[in-house]
Nanobody
Framework: VQLQASGGGLVQAGGSLRLSCAASEGTFSFNVMGWFRQAPGKEREFVASIGWRGITTYYADFVKGRFTISRDNAKKTMYLQMSSLKPEDTAVYYC?????????????????WGQGTLVTVSS
């Protein structure tokens, strides 16, 4: 499975960006997908996840009400709409496909990872 994240860039505080994650493989439609991020000097942290049908979503507390995760299984693509961005949202954002079982917010429970896309929020 290959995942390709895109959509990062430089944005001012309060602005918006939409990240995309395109999958190359057919099992995308049957797996939980997630977004994680890693800021310089910090550990990778969970951002959001979405169930295979696109109905069940989970968010880290620090993005609730600002970010929205979605997916289009026909296009094998997942999205992260980010609004009201803050400088502390600056990080490399990674998309990942979860293995069966485990926790939605645990990086170790994700089997496949994209290369990451950099989001920089200026103040």
């Amino acid at each position: 499975v290959q995942l390709q994240a895109s959509g990062g860039g430089l944005v001012q505080a309060g602005g918006s960006l939409r990240l995309s994650c395109a999958a190359s493989e057919g099992t995308f439609s049957f797996n939980v997908m997630g977004w994680f991020r890693q800021a310089p000097g910090k550990e990778r942290e969970f951002v959001a996840s979405i169930g295979w049908r696109g109905i069940t979503t989970y968010y880290a507390d620090f993005v609730k009400g600002r970010f929205t995760i979605s997916r289009d299984n026909a296009k094998k693509t997942m999205y992260l709409q980010m609004s009201s961005l803050k400088p502390e949202d600056t990080a490399v954002y990674y998309c990942a496909q979860k293995r069966y079982g485990g926790s939605n917010d645990a990086a170790d429970d994700y089997a496949y990872w994209g290369q990451g896309t950099l989001v920089t929020v200026s103040s």
